[in-house]
T-cell receptor, first 113, second 110 residues
Framework: DGGITQSPKYLFRKEGQNVTLSCEQN?????MYWYRQDPGQGLRLIYY???????QKGDIAEGYSVSREKKESFPLTVTSAQKNPTAFYLC????????????FGSGTQLSVL | GQNIDQPTEMTATEGAIVQINCTYQ??????LFWYQQHAGEAPTFLSY??LDGLEEKGRFSSFLSRSKGYSYLLLKELQMKDSASYLC???????????WGAGTKLIIKP
């Protein structure tokens, strides 16, 4: 079955540590996105990528980094520069741009130890 | 900046009808999405309206008025499994970004 897979489901970060969230899709979608979801707020875009080897900052990119070396994969690294990383992180993909519906992964809950 | 507003929480009874509203500033948007999200899970696509009017898909319908900056999601014959958060998102004219509302948590009671 085609879909988008995020791992791990739960992740704990120690102070000063970088952690990487995995996102893989086998939908053959060109566009991929990372969102952060906090209680009581709308989804906020961290980074997005429309094609391989290219990505753009979203509204809250500071303290995060991404890569898009393969069409299927769009990992997100939460760096030690992100001072408030506790949130639910959602990866999504779409065939093209924002006029296409998004397919979401099941999310990663990141917490700080 | 652009804002999208929706009620924080709503309660309805199993078998009834509920309407979840979403309002936004009229300039700069081109189309509106609705997604359903069960707690701790991925949002799933429900509808996308780009033209004014009502679109019906089984028990769920979505309405858009671009001139009024207003949309609603109508859920009929409510079932317990409809208990979830409902997210609306406006598509910006200018770029790939969506602007998301904070979501409406719908609680269904027997």
């Amino acid at each position: 079955d085609g879909g988008i897979t995020q791992s791990p489901k739960y992740l704990f970060r120690k102070e000063g540590q970088n952690v990487t969230l995995s996102c893989e899709q086998n939908l053959n979608h060109d566009a991929m996105y990372w969102y952060r979801q906090d209680p009581g707020q709308g989804l906020r875009l961290i980074y997005y990528s429309q094609i391989v080897n290219d990505f753009q900052k979203g509204d809250i990119a500071e303290g995060y980094s991404v890569s898009r070396e393969k069409k299927e994969s769009f990992p997100l690294t939460v760096t030690s520069a992100q001072k408030n990383p506790t949130a639910f992180y959602l990866c999504a993909s779409s065939r093209e741009g924002a006029n296409e519906k998004l397919f979401f992964g099941s999310g990663t809950q990141l917490s700080v130890l | 900046g652009q804002n999208i507003d929706q009620p924080t929480e709503m309660t309805a009874t199993e078998g009834a009808i509920v309407q979840i509203n979403c309002t936004y500033q009229t300039s700069g948007f081109n189309g509106l999405f609705w997604y359903q999200q069960h707690a701790g899970e991925a949002p799933t696509f429900l509808s996308y309206n780009v033209l004014d009017g009502l679109e019906e898909k089984g028990r769920f319908s979505s309405f858009l008025s671009r001139s009024k900056g207003y949309s609603y999601l109508l859920l009929k014959e409510l079932q317990m499994k409809d208990s979830a958060s409902y997210l609306c998102a406006g598509r910006m004219d200018s770029n790939y970004q969506l602007i998301w509302g904070a979501g409406t948590k719908l609680i269904i009671k027997p």
